[in-house]
C-alpha cells in the first residue's frame, strides 16, 4: 500500500477527484440508486429511485453512464439510451426479486390469461419487459394500475407487496399477482413494525411497499396501533420528499438501510431509524469506490441488450415514464 492510499483496502485517497476527472476524460454520467453506499451516492451526478434513475438515463447528453446500482436498473438504463455505453462497476450485482419470474415463466402464464394487460414492477430482465405491456415503479404503480381499462384483466409482477398495496388503493379486482418478494423487504415484517412502533409511538413511519410488513402497517394503522395519519407507504424518492416536509422529531424507516443517507441529509434535524438494521442488500452493496475507479478505468463492465429485445422493452417501458407523477433525483 502507497502511503496516498488509505489504510484497508488500497483505495487511493484522492479516489473521489480520480473518479470525477475520469468521468470527464470518458464523458460519463454517474447515476446511483439511493441504497448504494454513502460514499457512491456522494460522487454521483443524479441519485434517485428506480423511476427518476430511468428518466435521467433517458435524459442524458454523455455518450457513457456508469449504473451504480443492480444488473436490471442498468439495463433499463441501455434499453433507453441504447447508443449509449452503459456500465456497471459489478456486472454480478443482481437482484433476488427479479430472480422470481423469467421471460418464459411470464409467457407461460400470460397463456393462461389471453387478452389480459401485463403491468411489470421495474426489478424485472429486459426479456421480462419485452414480454410486457407497461412496467411500473413502486412511485406509479398505482397510476399505472389506475390508466388500464377496469374492465380488462391485468397480470401484475412479480413483487406481491407491491402488487397487494396496488390492489388495497385501487380496489381492483380483476389483477392477478405473482407470488415473488424481494428477500431483503419481505424480512422487514409485522413483529419488527409493531415493536418499533410500541418502542415508540409517537414517531412517523416511512415504508417501501415491497416490505413484508406494508400489509401489517395498514393493518395496525386501522386497529388503531399505528396512527394512520404518520403511516406512510413511500417509493424512495417519495421518502427524501416526505423526510424535507416532515414535523416528527423521529421516522422510522422499513426499507434498505442505504435509504437513511438520503433521508439524514433531506432533514438533519429529524432521527431517521431502521425498523430493521439487517435489511441490507448485498448486491446494491456490491458497488464499491474501487470497483467504481475500475470501470471507468477499464470502461467495463459493459451491460448489452440484443436490439430486439431492447426494441420490445422499450415500448413497457416507455409507457411507464409516460405515467405517473416525477420523482426526485438528487444531483
Ligand atoms: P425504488 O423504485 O423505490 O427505487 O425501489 C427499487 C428497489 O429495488 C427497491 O428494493
Ligand atoms: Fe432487488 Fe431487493 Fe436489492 Fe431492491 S433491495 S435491488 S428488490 S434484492
Redesign the pocket.
Known amino acids: 500500500m502507497t502511503s496516498s492510499s488509505t489504510e484497508s483496502t488500497g483505495l487511493p485517497a484522492d479516489w473521489a477527484e480520480e473518479v470525477r476527472r475520469l468521468a470527464r476524460e470518458r464523458d460519463a454520467v454517474i447515476l446511483a440508486?439511493n441504497?448504494q453506499l454513502p460514499e457512491i451516492q456522494d460522487i454521483a451526478d443524479h441519485v434517485g429511485d428506480s423511476l427518476a434513475l430511468s428518466r435521467a438515463a433517458a435524459a442524458v447528453d454523455a455518450s457513457t453512464i456508469v449504473f451504480c446500482?443492480?444488473h436490471?436498473?442498468a439495463e433499463t438504463a441501455k434499453i433507453l439510451s441504447y447508443d449509449k455505453t452503459v456500465l456497471i462497476p459489478d456486472e454480478r450485482?443482481?437482484?433476488?426479486?427479479?430472480d422470481t419470474i423469467t421471460a418464459d415463466q411470464l409467457r407461460a402464464w400470460k397463456a393462461e390469461h389471453p387478452g389480459a394487460v401485463v403491468v411489470s414492477y421495474v426489478?424485472t430482465t429486459a426479456a421480462v419487459k419485452a414480454e410486457t405491456d407497461v412496467c411500473c415503479t413502486s412511485s406509479n404503480a398505482v397510476d399505472v394500475v389506475a390508466s388500464i381499462d377496469p374492465d380488462t384483466e391485468i397480470l401484475f409482477c412479480p413483487?406481491q407487496f407491491l402488487g397487494a398495496h396496488v390492489q388495497r388503493i385501487t380496489g381492483r379486482t380483476n389483477m392477478h399477482i405473482w407470488m415473488g418478494e424481494?428477500?431483503?423487504?419481505a424480512g422487514i415484517n409485522g413483529a419488527d413494525l409493531r415493536a418499533k412502533v410500541e418502542a415508540d409511538p409517537e414517531a412517523e413511519l416511512f415504508i417501501h411497499p415491497?416490505c413484508g410488513c406494508a400489509t401489517s402497517a395498514l393493518y395496525l394503522a386501522g386497529a388503531g396501533v399505528v396512527p394512520a395519519e404518520r403511516t406512510k407507504i413511500l417509493s424512495t424518492s417519495g421518502m427524501v420528499t416526505a423526510a424535507q416536509q416532515t414535523t416528527a422529531s423521529k421516522v422510522l424507516v422499513a426499507?434498505?438501510t442505504g435509504m437513511l443517507h438520503q433521508l439524514r441529509k433531506a432533514n438533519p434535524l429529524v432521527i431517521f431509524e431502521p425498523v430493521n438494521r439487517a435489511?441490507v442488500?448485498?448486491?446494491?452493496k456490491m458497488i464499491t469506490p474501487e470497483k467504481l475507479l475500475r470501470s471507468l478505468r477499464t470502461m467495463t463492465d459493459e451491460v448489452t441488450v440484443p436490439a430486439d429485445v431492447a426494441e420490445r422493452a422499450r415500448r413497457s417501458v416507455e409507457r411507464m415514464i409516460a405515467i405517473g407523477t416525477p420523482s426526485r433525483t438528487a444531483e
Do not use: I, R
Request: charged fraction near 15%.
Open positions: 440508486h441504497y446500482g443492480v436490471f436498473m450485482a443482481g437482484c433476488s426479486l427479479a426489478n413483487d424481494c428477500h431483503v423487504h415491497e426499507t434498505e435489511a442488500c448485498k448486491y446494491m
